[in-house]
């Protein structure tokens, strides 16, 4: 019984610290590729003294964390943005917060033989709430989505920490 509380009290660990460092690392990313652009137009290789000295793939060139997405909604929020306290919503409480519920709760049920029933049952409910897996999916599926412009020098791609949420999903 000891033994199985460890193991449990080490895999709730486990989980709260891959989903910080994830939350906190790069899901995404944003970069602007000429030398791509260049082969795929090569008229525009006439303009790139000019593109240099814009210096577009340094100014073109993002990475964002859930963390910075959330501060970002909550600002675009305060600013008076109804949609982004939506969206602010959607992701802290169903992509962050429900998950460390749900783990709190599969944690209680283990280690007390008296919340096991209501513990469990919470779990249930909260786990079909939760949505980590969700958002990790949707960073997937817009990296392939826009996977088109590849070729027009842009390029999307999801970050490490998308694999470390993942790590923490699992």
């Known amino acids: 019984r000891c033994a199985g509380n460890a193991a449990v009290l080490a895999l709730a660990v486990a989980f709260l610290a ?6 906190a690392m790069p899901v995404m990313g944003l970069r602007f590729d000429l030398e791509t652009l260049y082969e795929a137009r090569p008229q525009l290789r ?17 990475e964002a964390s859930v963390w910075e997405c959330m501060a970002a909604l ?4 305060a ?3 109804a949609t982004c306290g939506i969206a602010l919503v959607m ?20 280690c007390s033989r008296r919340a096991r ?6 779990a249930a409910v909260i786990g079909k709430l939760c ?14 989505a826009m996977s088109n412009l590849r070729e ?11 694999f470390v949420l993942l790590g923490a999903e699992v």
């Open 91 to 110: 992701y802290a409480v169903f992509a962050v917060a429900l998950p460390v519920a749900h783990v709190a709760t599969l944690v209680a049920s283990v």
């Open 79 to 81: 600013e008076g943005d």
């Open 18 to 23: 891959l989903l910080a460092v994830g939350l």
């Open 131 to 144: 949505m980590l897996d969700v958002s990790i999916m949707g960073a997937v599926v817009v990296s392939c």
């Open 46 to 62: 006439a303009l790139a003294p000019i593109l240099d000295m814009l210096h577009l793939p340094e100014l073109l060139r993002s």
């Open 152 to 162: 027009k020098g842009v390029v999307v791609a999801v970050g490490r920490g998308l």
């Open 74 to 77: 909550a600002r675009w929020l």
């Open 117 to 122: 029933g209501p513990a469990l049952a919470a």
